[in-house]
């Protein structure tokens, strides 16, 4: 069974960083990219970025370019999101999920993806 667990939220100030990990397992993690999306409350699910296990592209919202990560430890079935420079706007439950990795031309579509972790909160104070 594919399984996904985000861990590393929590809360912190304005300007201050936290690194989120997303854990594999239950399927072939190098056939698959990982994206990491965020739902903040009243709003909409949105994209933050992704990492192809295949080749290691990675993709990044706008709203994210020069301040957030992404990073996957293959051998660990792990990908990582260090978040630097954190903003209120932020604040979000944040979701990791698998999409195939010949697939990544969409990685901005949610529907795409076929498994999903449960999330983690991540709330940056003013």
């Known amino acids: 069974e594919a399984q996904l667990v985000e861990s590393g939220g929590g809360l912190v100030q304005a300007g201050g960083s936290l690194r989120l990990s997303c854990a594999a397992s239950?399927?072939?993690?190098?056939?698959?990219?990982i994206g990491w999306f965020r739902q903040a409350p009243g709003k909409e699910r949105e994209e933050v970025s992704c990492?192809?296990?295949?080749?290691?592209?990675?993709y990044y919202a706008d709203s994210v370019k020069g301040r957030f990560t992404i990073s996957s430890d293959n051998a660990q079935n792990t990908v990582y999101l260090q978040m630097n420079s954190l903003k209120p706007d932020d604040t979000a439950v944040y979701y990791c999920?698998?999409?195939?990795?010949?697939?990544?031309?969409?990685?901005?579509?949610?529907?795409?993806?076929?498994?999903w972790g449960q999330g983690t909160q991540v709330t940056v104070s003013s």
């Open positions: 239950g399927f072939t993690f190098a056939d698959y990219a």
């Open positions: 990492i192809s296990n295949a080749d290691s592209s990675t």
């Open positions: 999920a698998a999409i195939p990795a010949w697939t990544t031309y969409i990685w901005h579509n949610d529907a795409a993806y076929d498994y």
